[in-house]
């Protein structure tokens, strides 16, 4: 009898992050139609990958990383800026040719929400009454989590259209409006 155990399915977290300076000075016509996003090339966007059974490409537009069939692979975006001044949203991750036998590497990626009733923020009084009243570096507040997410089906290479909607903040210093529509085709390996 085989004493060891299989692997079970593994969450993979993949951070994007978006130099919005560079599309602001490089895209002067955005796109306003999220079904005709602008294309962009590979020149601003850094893909982080927390990488629990190995990954390759770190901080590249482009990445490789091991998963096994059933793991879930979750995408997440942030501007450069952290989403406070210029923000990012993720809106689609579509394959580049969906193959008619459904033969991809992926299932479909969907938006999934999460929401923490007790998420950690900067706790603003921390500096001023340093561990007075058991004060801590953060406080907790209920915030919306949102990531887009496939279930690996299967080892291979697949390209990929990730489609993000870029706003930037109004001169009143508080509103963040949509500059524009993009996308790009980064190329995910799955070995």
Not at 25 to 51: A, F, L, R, T, W
Not at 102 to 124: I, M, T, Y
């Amino acid at each position: 009898m085989n004493t060891q155990q299989l692997d079970s399915s593994e969450n993979i977290d993949i951070m994007v992050v978006i130099d919005t300076d560079y599309i602001r000075k490089n895209c002067k016509n955005p796109s306003q139609d999220p079904n005709n996003p602008s294309q962009i090339d590979h020149n601003c966007e850094y893909m982080v990958c927390n990488g629990k059974r190995g990954v390759t490409g770190q901080g590249t537009a482009d990445l490789a990383f091991s998963a096994n069939p059933g793991d879930n692979v979750h995408f997440r975006g942030t501007s450069i800026y952290g989403n406070s001044d210029d923000a990012i949203i993720i809106y689609g991750i579509t394959p580049i040719n969906p193959d008619p036998n459904d033969d991809g590497v992926f299932n479909d990626f969907e938006p999934s929400l999460v929401q923490r009733k007790g998420a950690a923020v900067p706790n603003l009084h921390f500096g001023k009454a340093r561990y007075k009243d058991n004060n801590i570096v953060a406080e907790n507040i209920t915030l919306n989590f949102v990531s887009y997410c496939a279930e690996v089906k299967a080892k291979g290479e697949e390209g990929f259209h990730i489609q993000f909607a870029l706003y930037t903040l109004d001169g009143d210093g508080e509103t963040q409006n949509l500059f524009g529509y993009f996308e790009w085709d980064p190329s995910i390996s799955v070995n």
